[in-house]
């Protein structure tokens, strides 16, 4: 039988437990038995080797050793269970079988503990217990044969993933919470490794692979078993090392590292974001990271450890190149994963999924755009490879994979490689949910050909770093208004504030109070008489009519405060393309005021001037110019033939270079890759027309008929 039907088998058989909760637990529930029920079949059969010779000396020496979890673990490992009962001898006394399932939990050695308790299993004794169903499940897991010897680790990794999918569609889980596909996973460690065998041939290095979400752990256990099997005996000594938010997944992995024989404490539970499980930086830097984060989920719940460590720590944090909007934490994970590079000689090489909005979300100055700019200018991005759709088993989204490293080949230095394999799948015989496509074993040779390459092509593009950044400038038009002390206009001046205000008194005592408020009113009625007295006439200058408000209020003895006098000006004016300009402080010298509805801006491409000279992101020109000869160059080209009346917004400057307009970055893929599709000849479509036209004849015909 080839393994995926074994597979399939293994795992048809555990979703028969389903039928047996339906009506005592939601769909929604399965998870909370099946996924628990799995992990203990497969340690129990795990510990058919040794079970006696535990249970003889847990009672020999029970009452002589202090630390005998300590003594039964160096001679049996991490996974033994000290109670007198296994899966068969539970099913032998269904009449006790919940209190001796529970002595049996209870046996289990620490590191299982810990995985029982985040599976919360206990709780739910009671409840099939009240259901008469925790016979049924044993026995119809009995039936599953789960042994390592007969399973490998890989296929029940796999067996986990078939299940986990099949909870998420009874689930409906978000898009962001699903498996990586193990073709997927193939395809990130070919591009991280493709040029690094020589240096990985060593027995003797140690390779620490890292992933802060790392769900049931597929994509580390997955990455170690591609590169031994590839490197063939020559692989070095590899750490794993993640991070797991949800209890159940967190788990499934550690078991699956107990297993291994890998080090379960190096799978942390808790969120990678405030409680990181590899916070000092002197034990915990990694050679290798990977990851697949949850796509547009919220960090609404740890929003103010973040924003503190934002704040306070700023780059020496790992948070200080910017945040990314509150619905989405995906950039925050890459940040994470940034902050845990290894300074060495050797570096540190990064592979995270992606779905497009991390690509170009956010305009310049945004948390987004920030990040994207201090990834680039520091020059860590080596390649972003577009992936096929309908690709993973909850979502059919377009996906992403971005490579990153500190430690970029000379040849790559300055310079980002797009690939776009989004035409690189074959047709799945049988849709898996939302999956429809897979990457083939061939596929993934040549897209990594495609990496190691390093040229223009069909499927490639080379670009410079500041080729994806550009300096938005704000583009101002000067404010021209007319005034008129006409009925209608004078009618506004009774929604201004400062207008109202007049007759507005904040005095405590109530006789000053109201003294104070009819003083207001007799002099809102001698300004709305001394405007009524005014000129019925048009006025297109600002200082021609502020000096006629003047006069007539000197006549009518009111006093023009700035407040007042801008009320007024608001409520008499309206805009007037033929009108004087408007300037600061009615002096030309002062500048032109803008006039805020026709305010533009443009995205100037960074030039050679505009981009830090040592591509660290630390250092830019020593000579700041307010406004750079690219960007002036570019407004007399492209701005004032069209609009000649137009200026630079001088204020709107980069926070990092002081220099006039803000610098972003995004990376719109597609634009890249788009092919000019020319439109069908006009007769064919007048032909499909006609054909129509007569398909309709012929059926109001039949309906007249």
């Known amino acids: 039988m080839a393994r995926s039907e074994r597979i399939n088998e293994s795992a048809n058989l555990i979703w028969n437990v389903a039928d047996l909760l339906r009506g005592d637990y939601k769909p929604r529930e399965y998870v909370d038995v099946i996924l628990p029920m799995t992990v203990f079949r497969r340690l129990d059969q795990a510990m058919e080797g040794n079970r006696q010779a535990v249970w003889n000396d847990h009672r020999r020496y029970r009452g002589e050793l202090k630390n005998l979890d300590g003594f039964l673990q160096r001679r049996y490992g991490r996974v033994y269970n000290t109670s007198p009962y296994d899966w068969r001898k539970l099913m032998e006394a269904p009449d006790d079988i919940a209190q001796n399932l529970v002595t049996y939990l209870n046996g289990f050695s620490p590191d299982v503990q810990d995985i029982v308790e985040k599976f919360d299993f206990r709780r739910q004794i009671n409840r099939l217990q009240a259901a008469h169903l925790i016979y049924p499940v044993l026995q119809e897991f009995n039936r599953v044969d789960l042994h390592p010897d007969r399973v490998s680790n890989r296929e029940m990794g796999l067996i986990f993933e078939n299940l986990i999918r099949r909870f998420s569609e009874q689930y409906n889980e978000t898009a962001g919470e699903h498996f990586t596909p193990r073709e997927v996973i193939r395809l990130m460690v070919h591009l991280l490794f493709a040029e690094q065998q020589q240096r990985l041939a060593d027995p003797n290095v140690i390779l620490k692979i ?51 024989g890998e080090d379960p404490e190096r799978i942390v539970y808790g969120n990678s974001f405030s409680e990181d499980g590899y916070a000092d930086r002197s034990k915990y830097r990694f050679e290798i990271m990977m990851s697949n984060p949850p796509f547009g989920v919220s960090w609404k719940k740890v929003e103010w450890v973040i924003k503190r460590e934002h704040e306070t720590r700023g780059y020496a944090g790992r948070f200080g190149a910017g945040l990314p909007r509150i619905n989405d934490g995906a950039l925050l994970f890459l940040q994470h994963m940034l902050h845990k590079m290894d300074g060495n000689q050797v570096g540190s090489r990064i592979a995270i999924i992606f779905n497009g909005s991390p690509l170009f979300t956010g305009d310049a100055g945004s948390g987004e755009s920030e990040i994207r700019r201090w ?47 989004v035409d690189f799948y074959v047709k799945m015989r049988k849709s898996l949910g939302d999956k429809r496509h897979e990457i083939s074993g061939e596929q993934i040779k040549e897209i990594t050909g495609i990496f190691q390459a390093f040229s223009d092509g069909e499927y490639s593009r080379i670009y410079e770093n500041r080729f994806f950044g550009y300096r938005k400038v704000r583009i101002e038009r000067p404010l021209r208004l007319n005034f008129q002390a006409s009925p209608e206009r004078i009618a506004r001046l009774e929604e ?210």
């Open 210 to 260: 890292y992933d802060p979400a790392c769900g049931t752990g597929g994509m580390l256990t997955e990455a170690k078993s591609h590169l031994e099997e590839t490197l063939d005996g020559q692989a070095p000594q590899i750490w794993l090392f993640g991070q797991e938010l949800n209890p159940q997944a967190y788990a499934v992995a550690k078991s699956d590292m107990l297993l291994k």
């Open 375 to 421: 990834i680039i200018e520091n020059d860590w991005l080596e390649a972003i490879v577009a992936l096929p759709d309908q690709l993973f088993y909850n979502t059919g989204i377009n996906t992403y994979i971005w490579i990153l490293t500190n430690r970029k080949d000379e040849r790559r230095k300055g310079k980002i490689q797009l690939i776009n394999a």
């Open 496 to 705: 201004q504030k400062a207008f109202q205000n007049l007759a507005k008194s904040r005095k405590k005592d109530e006789e000053s109070r109201a003294r104070e408020e009819q003083e207001g009113r007799a002099q809102q009625d001698a300004i709305r008489q001394m405007l009524a007295d005014m000129p019925d006439a048009l006025y297109k200058s600002r200082p021609a009519f502020v000096k006629a408000l003047r006069q007539a209020a000197r006549g009518q003895e009111v006093t023009l405060k700035a407040p007042l006098l801008r009320a007024i000006l608001t409520a008499l004016s309206e805009k007037d393309e033929t009108a004087e300009i408007c300037y600061k402080k009615d002096k030309p010298s002062e500048g032109m005021e803008p006039d805020v509805d026709l305010r533009d801006h443009e995205n100037v491409p960074l030039s050679e001037d505009d981009y830090p000279d040592d591509a660290t992101g630390d250092s830019y020109l020593d000579e700041k110019v307010p406004l750079t000869d690219t960007v002036q160059a570019y407004f007399e080209r492209e701005v004032l033939p069209y609009v000649p009346d137009a200026f630079i917004d001088l204020d709107f400057t980069d926070h990092k270079d002081g220099r006039v307009g803000r610098i972003g970055y995004e990376i719109n893929f597609n634009r890249y890759f788009y092919k000019y599709q020319p439109p069908r000849p006009l007769e064919e479509i007048e032909g499909e027309i006609r054909t129509l036209e007569q398909e309709i004849m012929e059926l109001l015909r039949e309906v007249m008929a």
